[in-house]
């Protein structure tokens, strides 16, 4: 077919939940390209081993510009390159966020009570259906099969240091400490892959194209009217009566740009017509994430001690043991200073040391990672070149608003005293790296690493309309988590999916407080 009623730019969260909703309606034809590759890798699958798809082809191995506040440093971004996208990558903790963060946006219909049914109408919860969980959806939540030791001697650390107990980060509060939830199914990753997309795949009105690169949206009169993409070695063109970009908030506003729909005078520097001056990629938010790690006192093993080949053995038979870990186990949400309506802060502990994103080989220890979760500073992506084959420039602006630092700062202090608190204080030796400086504000500038969750350069409000569509240019959308004005408190896989199964709606032209299937709590 060379027309679709709905195309679909990007296999991940998003694309996966649109493609397999749309597609309900059998009268529908959609078609979902992705640029990467087939999901049928086994470091996918097996839950402990997804840092070493990182700079592989499942991973599109993004660069930030250099930070001014951290010391000059390039950060490396992973981002997924697959079906599932970054849901396929990912450390599989499934967090919603806290509702003042969608209250916030001021914007009707993206409510937290506008939301709370999309994440219930998605989620499928082990511990059964309660006032905050549903059970019955696409997506598998599941409490780890297995925790390490260094989890449990973190949870009784952070007690000793005076953390209360938080059994539910997506109940009723999430502040305290706990083990996360994850998206996962008897003990193995389910992305939004295995979730919504692989179900639909027999269904005659929906098409899925992997290795199919989107160029640039195609626009006349003011109407997207399809897409052209690359793929095997040839230019291909697909008409459609509505484009959707779900290809994440780093692709997404690069395909606007390199379609003429972006900041006038950026694109006219490359010699690119503008369509529509609107500011993408200006809004970008990331979490910062300081892993501050400790070597482990002599003879004390860690979860890289466990990557043996009969532990691997053990997971193919059963998909049990300790590689049914998502490394990130447990953590926390504490709030830095009073008056805060929520946690500013939260904190991941896993068994290892990790650096370089998990890929150097260190001797056994532990991290636990303050991250800052009420973000108040902004970035901004542009492009390089007016060719789609060069990666954008991205400049995450970290610490640029000085409230971030504080946070981050405070972060590092409150591990610090779980370190030295509890059973840590037994098993920890020395610290590894900038954690053994005196100085936090130092240690974060030293430290500071992505926690993979970028939003806002496609936001609602200044891009799009409450309904998602792209200002100016008609059959346009982007449903994916750069239209979120603000990044949510927390891992922002579960929001994207929640966005999408709305966005889904407003293609439908549905009631979007309404969930028409799923089961509700």
Known sequence: MNRYDVVVVGAG???CVLAARLSEDRSTSVLLLEAGPPDDALEVRLPASFYQLFRTERDWDLTTDPQPELAGRRLAWPRGRTLGGSSSINAMIYMRGAPVDYDGWGIPGWTWADLFPYFLRAEDNARGRSEWHAVGGPLRVEDLRRRHALTEAFLASAAAAGHAANPDFNGAAQDGVG?????????????????????????????VLTDAQVRRVLVSGGRATGVAYGREGREHTVQAGEVVLAAGAVHSPQLLMLSGIGPGAHLRELGIEVLADLPVGEGLQDHPCVPVSWFLRPGV??????????NVLRWL????????????????FLRTRDGLPAPDVQLMSMPAVVADH?????????????????VHSRGRLT????????????????????RDL????????AVQEIAASGPFKDLLDRPYGPAGLADPRRTVREATETLYHPVGTCAIGPVLDPELRVHGIAGLRVADAGAMPT?????????????????ADLLRGRTAARPTTGVQA
């Not at 038979?317 to 926390?332: F, H, I, K, M, Q």
């Not at 504080?406 to 202090?413: C, I, K, N, S, Y």
């Not at 891992?491 to 966005?503: G, Q, S, W």
């Open 383 to 402: 492009l390089r070149s007016a060719d789609p084959r060069w990666k954008p420039a991205i400049d995450a602006g970290y610490y640029t608003d000085p």
């Open 358 to 374: 998990g890929r150097a080989l260190l001797p056994a220890g532990v991290t636990i990672a303050p991250t800052v979760v009420d």
């Open 317 to 332: 038979a059963g998909r049990r043991g300790p590689l049914a870990s998502n490394v990130a186990e447990a953590g926390g």
């Open 487 to 503: 990044v949510p408190r927390g891992n922002t896989n579960a929001p994207t999916i929640a966005l999408a199964e709305r966005a």
């Open 179 to 207: 083990p996360f939830q994850v998206t996962q199914r008897r003990g193995r990753r389910w992305s939004a892959a295995d979730a919504y997309l692989r179900p639909a795949l027999r269904r005659p009105n929906l098409t």
């Open 406 to 413: 504080d946070a981050a700062a405070a972060g590092v202090r």
């Open 13 to 15: 969260s998003a694309g």
């Open 301 to 310: 093993p860690d979860l890289r001690d466990d990557e043996t080949p009969a």
